[in-house]
Protein backbone atom coordinates (compact mmCIF):
# COMPACT_ATOMS: atom_id res chain seq x y z
CA UNK A 1 0.00 0.00 0.00
CA UNK A 2 1.62 3.66 -0.68
CA UNK A 3 1.97 5.45 2.30
CA UNK A 4 0.41 8.75 0.65
CA UNK A 5 -3.35 7.86 -0.76
CA UNK A 6 -5.40 11.17 -0.87
CA UNK A 7 -4.42 14.46 -0.72
CA UNK A 8 -7.03 17.28 -0.48
CA UNK A 9 -6.81 21.00 -0.60
CA UNK A 10 -9.84 23.37 0.60
CA UNK A 11 -10.48 27.21 1.54
CA UNK A 12 -10.40 27.56 5.28
CA UNK A 13 -12.76 30.72 5.64
CA UNK A 14 -16.10 28.11 3.85
CA UNK A 15 -14.67 25.11 3.29
CA UNK A 16 -14.99 24.66 0.03
CA UNK A 17 -13.18 21.96 -1.73
CA UNK A 18 -10.30 23.51 -4.42
CA UNK A 19 -8.45 20.27 -5.51
CA UNK A 20 -8.45 17.06 -5.07
CA UNK A 21 -5.65 14.01 -5.92
CA UNK A 22 -7.92 10.62 -7.84
CA UNK A 23 -7.68 7.70 -6.62
CA UNK A 24 -8.38 3.83 -7.33
CA UNK A 25 -8.20 2.84 -3.81
CA UNK A 26 -11.17 0.72 -2.26
CA UNK A 27 -10.16 0.75 0.80
CA UNK A 28 -13.11 0.63 3.18
CA UNK A 29 -10.60 2.83 5.70
CA UNK A 30 -9.61 5.24 3.33
CA UNK A 31 -13.50 5.99 2.33
CA UNK A 32 -13.93 7.06 5.97
CA UNK A 33 -11.08 8.85 6.15
CA UNK A 34 -12.01 10.70 3.08
CA UNK A 35 -15.49 11.88 4.24
CA UNK A 36 -13.59 12.33 8.10
CA UNK A 37 -11.47 15.31 5.42
CA UNK A 38 -15.10 17.06 4.02
CA UNK A 39 -16.11 17.05 7.86
CA UNK A 40 -12.96 18.45 9.24
CA UNK A 41 -12.86 20.92 6.07
CA UNK A 42 -16.38 23.06 7.42
CA UNK A 43 -14.29 23.64 10.45
CA UNK A 44 -10.96 24.59 9.44
CA UNK A 45 -11.96 28.10 10.17
CA UNK A 46 -11.81 27.19 14.24
CA UNK A 47 -9.11 24.52 14.34
CA UNK A 48 -5.41 25.44 14.61
CA UNK A 49 -3.11 25.86 11.62
CA UNK A 50 -1.36 22.74 11.97
CA UNK A 51 -3.72 18.87 13.40
CA UNK A 52 -3.86 15.32 12.70
CA UNK A 53 -6.39 12.77 13.09
CA UNK A 54 -5.33 9.15 13.98
CA UNK A 55 -6.42 6.39 12.65
CA UNK A 56 -6.09 2.19 12.54
CA UNK A 57 -4.00 2.08 9.47
CA UNK A 58 -4.57 5.82 8.31
CA UNK A 59 -4.15 8.87 9.27
CA UNK A 60 -5.17 12.81 8.57
CA UNK A 61 -2.96 15.73 8.39
CA UNK A 62 -3.49 19.05 7.40
CA UNK A 63 -1.82 22.18 7.71
CA UNK A 64 -3.82 25.86 6.57
CA UNK A 65 -1.58 28.72 5.45
CA UNK A 66 -3.78 31.76 3.72
CA UNK A 67 -7.11 30.69 4.05
CA UNK A 68 -6.03 27.42 1.96
CA UNK A 69 -5.95 24.38 3.75
CA UNK A 70 -3.41 21.28 2.53
CA UNK A 71 -5.13 17.97 4.18
CA UNK A 72 -4.04 14.33 3.02
CA UNK A 73 -4.53 10.50 4.67
CA UNK A 74 -1.16 8.33 4.96
CA UNK A 75 -0.50 5.63 6.40
CA UNK A 76 0.25 5.58 10.22
CA UNK A 77 3.40 3.93 8.65
CA UNK A 78 4.67 7.54 7.23
CA UNK A 79 6.95 9.41 9.93
CA UNK A 80 4.93 12.52 10.74
CA UNK A 81 7.43 14.89 9.32
CA UNK A 82 7.59 13.39 6.17
CA UNK A 83 3.99 14.12 6.07
CA UNK A 84 3.55 17.85 6.65
CA UNK A 85 6.67 17.56 4.71
CA UNK A 86 4.39 16.48 2.05
CA UNK A 87 1.82 19.11 3.17
CA UNK A 88 4.57 21.87 2.38
CA UNK A 89 5.85 20.85 -0.59
CA UNK A 90 1.93 20.77 -1.41
CA UNK A 91 1.05 24.71 -0.62
CA UNK A 92 4.64 25.39 -2.43
CA UNK A 93 3.15 24.12 -6.13
CA UNK A 94 -0.32 25.42 -5.52
CA UNK A 95 0.54 28.84 -4.67
CA UNK A 96 3.05 28.86 -7.71
CA UNK A 97 0.05 27.60 -9.73
CA UNK A 98 -2.49 30.04 -8.22
CA UNK A 99 -2.77 33.19 -6.59
CA UNK A 100 -5.02 34.77 -3.36
CA UNK A 101 -7.36 36.47 -5.97
CA UNK A 102 -8.36 33.30 -7.94
CA UNK A 103 -8.84 31.11 -4.57
CA UNK A 104 -10.98 34.00 -3.18
CA UNK A 105 -13.46 34.43 -6.42
CA UNK A 106 -13.43 30.33 -6.33
CA UNK A 107 -17.48 29.79 -6.28
CA UNK A 108 -17.79 26.27 -7.37
CA UNK A 109 -16.23 23.36 -6.15
CA UNK A 110 -13.25 21.70 -7.37
CA UNK A 111 -12.57 24.66 -9.65
CA UNK A 112 -8.60 23.53 -10.04
CA UNK A 113 -9.03 20.24 -10.19
CA UNK A 114 -6.13 20.15 -13.09
CA UNK A 115 -3.82 20.57 -9.93
CA UNK A 116 -4.56 17.00 -9.31
CA UNK A 117 -1.86 16.21 -12.01
CA UNK A 118 0.72 18.00 -9.64
CA UNK A 119 -0.92 16.16 -6.49
CA UNK A 120 0.12 12.45 -8.60
CA UNK A 121 3.77 13.51 -9.31
CA UNK A 122 4.43 14.37 -5.28
CA UNK A 123 2.67 11.12 -4.36
CA UNK A 124 4.49 9.42 -6.89
CA UNK A 125 7.95 10.91 -5.37
CA UNK A 126 7.19 10.17 -1.67
CA UNK A 127 5.77 6.58 -2.21
CA UNK A 128 8.71 5.64 -4.43
CA UNK A 129 11.35 7.21 -2.92
CA UNK A 130 10.18 7.97 0.87
CA UNK A 131 10.27 11.49 1.09
CA UNK A 132 11.73 14.61 -0.56
CA UNK A 133 14.60 14.98 -2.51
CA UNK A 134 16.17 17.34 -0.79
CA UNK A 135 16.64 16.79 3.00
CA UNK A 136 17.32 20.45 4.08
CA UNK A 137 13.42 20.72 3.24
CA UNK A 138 12.68 17.71 5.42
CA UNK A 139 15.21 18.56 8.78
CA UNK A 140 13.40 22.19 8.29
CA UNK A 141 9.71 21.01 8.63
CA UNK A 142 11.20 18.31 11.32
CA UNK A 143 12.72 21.48 13.42
CA UNK A 144 9.53 23.71 13.26
CA UNK A 145 7.44 20.44 14.19
CA UNK A 146 9.42 20.28 16.99
CA UNK A 147 8.95 24.17 18.04
CA UNK A 148 5.32 23.77 16.56
CA UNK A 149 3.50 20.49 16.88
CA UNK A 150 0.66 19.33 15.24
CA UNK A 151 -2.50 19.34 17.61
CA UNK A 152 -4.07 15.70 17.86
CA UNK A 153 -7.93 16.03 16.98
CA UNK A 154 -10.81 14.18 18.20
CA UNK A 155 -12.92 14.14 15.88
CA UNK A 156 -15.47 13.13 18.80
CA UNK A 157 -14.84 16.65 20.30
CA UNK A 158 -15.80 18.67 17.73
CA UNK A 159 -19.22 20.59 17.48
CA UNK A 160 -20.69 18.83 14.56
CA UNK A 161 -24.49 18.39 14.59
CA UNK A 162 -26.07 15.04 12.34
CA UNK A 163 -23.76 12.51 12.61
CA UNK A 164 -20.80 14.65 10.94
CA UNK A 165 -18.48 13.64 13.94
CA UNK A 166 -18.91 10.37 12.37
CA UNK A 167 -17.49 11.84 8.83
CA UNK A 168 -21.56 11.98 7.59
CA UNK A 169 -22.41 15.82 7.04
CA UNK A 170 -26.11 16.42 6.91
CA UNK A 171 -26.74 18.06 3.92
CA UNK A 172 -29.41 20.30 5.91
CA UNK A 173 -26.05 21.64 7.81
CA UNK A 174 -24.67 23.36 5.29
CA UNK A 175 -26.92 25.46 3.49
CA UNK A 176 -26.31 26.84 -0.41
CA UNK A 177 -24.13 23.52 -0.85
CA UNK A 178 -25.54 20.19 -2.16
CA UNK A 179 -29.40 21.60 -1.43
CA UNK A 180 -30.11 20.53 -4.93
CA UNK A 181 -33.90 18.00 -5.29
CA UNK A 182 -34.83 15.31 -7.01
CA UNK A 183 -35.63 15.99 -10.79
CA UNK A 184 -39.18 17.04 -11.20
CA UNK A 185 -41.21 14.33 -12.45
CA UNK A 186 -44.45 14.33 -14.60
CA UNK A 187 -46.85 14.48 -12.22
CA UNK A 188 -44.70 17.21 -10.66
CA UNK A 189 -45.04 18.97 -14.25
CA UNK A 190 -48.73 18.34 -13.73
CA UNK A 191 -49.12 20.00 -10.51
CA UNK A 192 -47.08 22.96 -11.27
CA UNK A 193 -49.34 23.71 -14.92
CA UNK A 194 -52.62 23.24 -12.55
CA UNK A 195 -51.25 25.45 -9.97
CA UNK A 196 -50.92 27.95 -12.91
CA UNK A 197 -54.29 27.69 -13.79
CA UNK A 198 -55.42 27.96 -10.60
CA UNK A 199 -53.30 30.64 -10.20
CA UNK A 200 -54.93 32.90 -13.32
CA UNK A 201 -58.21 31.82 -12.37
CA UNK A 202 -57.66 33.63 -8.86
CA UNK A 203 -56.31 36.46 -9.84
CA UNK A 204 -58.42 37.49 -12.61
CA UNK A 205 -61.89 36.63 -10.57
CA UNK A 206 -60.09 39.15 -7.87
CA UNK A 207 -59.19 41.50 -10.91
CA UNK A 208 -62.96 41.46 -11.91
CA UNK A 209 -64.14 41.34 -8.47
CA UNK A 210 -62.44 44.67 -7.53
CA UNK A 211 -63.50 46.64 -10.71
CA UNK A 212 -67.35 45.42 -8.87
CA UNK A 213 -66.00 46.64 -5.68
CA UNK A 214 -65.52 49.94 -6.18
CA UNK A 215 -68.29 50.59 -8.61
CA UNK A 216 -70.99 48.81 -6.17
CA UNK A 217 -70.42 46.87 -3.11
CA UNK A 218 -68.01 47.86 -1.09
CA UNK A 219 -68.73 44.71 0.68
CA UNK A 220 -67.25 42.35 -1.86
CA UNK A 221 -63.31 43.47 -0.58
CA UNK A 222 -63.52 40.54 1.11
CA UNK A 223 -64.44 38.11 -1.73
CA UNK A 224 -61.19 39.98 -3.71
CA UNK A 225 -58.97 39.54 -0.78
CA UNK A 226 -59.60 35.50 -0.46
CA UNK A 227 -59.73 35.50 -4.28
CA UNK A 228 -55.64 37.22 -4.01
CA UNK A 229 -54.87 35.28 -0.93
CA UNK A 230 -55.36 32.19 -2.74
CA UNK A 231 -53.62 33.33 -5.91
CA UNK A 232 -50.89 34.11 -3.98
CA UNK A 233 -50.87 30.18 -1.99
CA UNK A 234 -50.56 28.76 -5.40
CA UNK A 235 -47.35 30.58 -6.85
CA UNK A 236 -46.04 29.75 -3.25
CA UNK A 237 -47.13 26.24 -3.92
CA UNK A 238 -44.69 26.12 -6.99
CA UNK A 239 -42.01 27.96 -5.10
CA UNK A 240 -42.19 24.83 -2.68
CA UNK A 241 -42.24 22.65 -4.90
CA UNK A 242 -38.99 23.95 -7.20
CA UNK A 243 -36.96 24.90 -4.62
CA UNK A 244 -35.56 23.59 -1.18
CA UNK A 245 -36.42 25.24 1.98
CA UNK A 246 -36.62 24.22 5.69
CA UNK A 247 -39.71 23.64 7.58
CA UNK A 248 -41.08 22.45 4.15
CA UNK A 249 -43.90 20.41 5.53
CA UNK A 250 -44.90 23.19 7.91
CA UNK A 251 -45.44 25.97 5.01
CA UNK A 252 -47.05 23.42 2.66
CA UNK A 253 -49.78 22.43 5.47
CA UNK A 254 -50.29 26.31 5.94
CA UNK A 255 -50.30 26.84 1.97
CA UNK A 256 -53.52 24.21 1.83
CA UNK A 257 -54.76 25.20 4.57
CA UNK A 258 -54.99 28.92 3.41
CA UNK A 259 -56.49 27.68 0.15
CA UNK A 260 -58.77 25.19 1.56
CA UNK A 261 -60.31 28.20 3.56
CA UNK A 262 -60.13 30.70 0.82
CA UNK A 263 -62.16 28.60 -1.33
CA UNK A 264 -64.62 27.38 1.56
CA UNK A 265 -65.10 31.47 1.79
CA UNK A 266 -66.27 31.79 -1.90
CA UNK A 267 -68.54 28.78 -1.87
CA UNK A 268 -70.93 31.32 -3.05
CA UNK A 269 -69.09 32.56 -6.43
CA UNK A 270 -68.20 28.57 -7.04
CA UNK A 271 -69.76 25.53 -7.60
CA UNK A 272 -69.12 22.40 -6.08
CA UNK A 273 -66.94 20.98 -8.88
CA UNK A 274 -64.74 24.77 -9.20
CA UNK A 275 -64.41 23.49 -5.16
CA UNK A 276 -63.05 20.58 -5.53
CA UNK A 277 -60.66 21.21 -8.41
CA UNK A 278 -59.03 24.11 -6.73
CA UNK A 279 -58.80 22.28 -3.40
CA UNK A 280 -57.75 19.08 -5.04
CA UNK A 281 -55.06 20.72 -7.01
CA UNK A 282 -53.72 22.20 -3.59
CA UNK A 283 -53.95 19.03 -2.18
CA UNK A 284 -52.03 17.26 -4.86
CA UNK A 285 -49.23 19.87 -4.89
CA UNK A 286 -48.76 19.73 -0.78
CA UNK A 287 -48.25 15.80 -1.31
CA UNK A 288 -45.59 16.17 -4.15
CA UNK A 289 -43.92 19.15 -2.13
CA UNK A 290 -43.57 16.86 1.15
CA UNK A 291 -42.78 13.95 -1.08
CA UNK A 292 -39.55 15.19 -3.42
CA UNK A 293 -36.78 15.11 -1.24
CA UNK A 294 -33.42 16.32 -1.26
CA UNK A 295 -30.79 14.03 -4.27
CA UNK A 296 -27.64 12.47 -3.10
CA UNK A 297 -25.09 14.05 -4.22
CA UNK A 298 -21.43 12.69 -4.03
CA UNK A 299 -19.25 15.77 -2.54
CA UNK A 300 -16.25 13.95 -4.51
CA UNK A 301 -17.82 15.41 -7.81
CA UNK A 302 -16.29 12.71 -9.27
CA UNK A 303 -12.82 12.64 -7.29
Given amino acids: MPLILFAFVVRVRDGLPLSASTDFE??????????????????????????????????IYFQSSED??????CHCSLPVAKAFCFLEDLRWEFT??????VVSSAARPYPFL????????????????????LEVTLAEVLEDLTIRPPQVINLDDLDLTNGAANGHLDQGSTPGLNQRLQP????????????????SLNVIRGVHLIENTFQDDYEAIWNVGAFLL????CVFQCHL?????????VKSCVLLSSIVLCN???????????????????????????TRKLQDRCDDCGV
Avoid at 32 to 52: D, F, N, V
Avoid at 241 to 249: A, D, G, I, T, V
Wanted: glycine share 4%; hydrophobic share 45%.
Fill in 26 to 59: HNRELQERKQQLKTISKTLARLPERGTVKGQELS
Fill in 68 to 73: VSYMAV
Fill in 96 to 101: ACFNNS
Fill in 114 to 133: EFDRTIQKLKQQYNQIGGPT
Fill in 184 to 199: VTASGILSLVLNIVCA
Fill in 230 to 233: AFVC
Fill in 241 to 249: YLFHSSLKK
Fill in 264 to 290: LFLLGLRNAWQLIFHISVASLSTVLIV
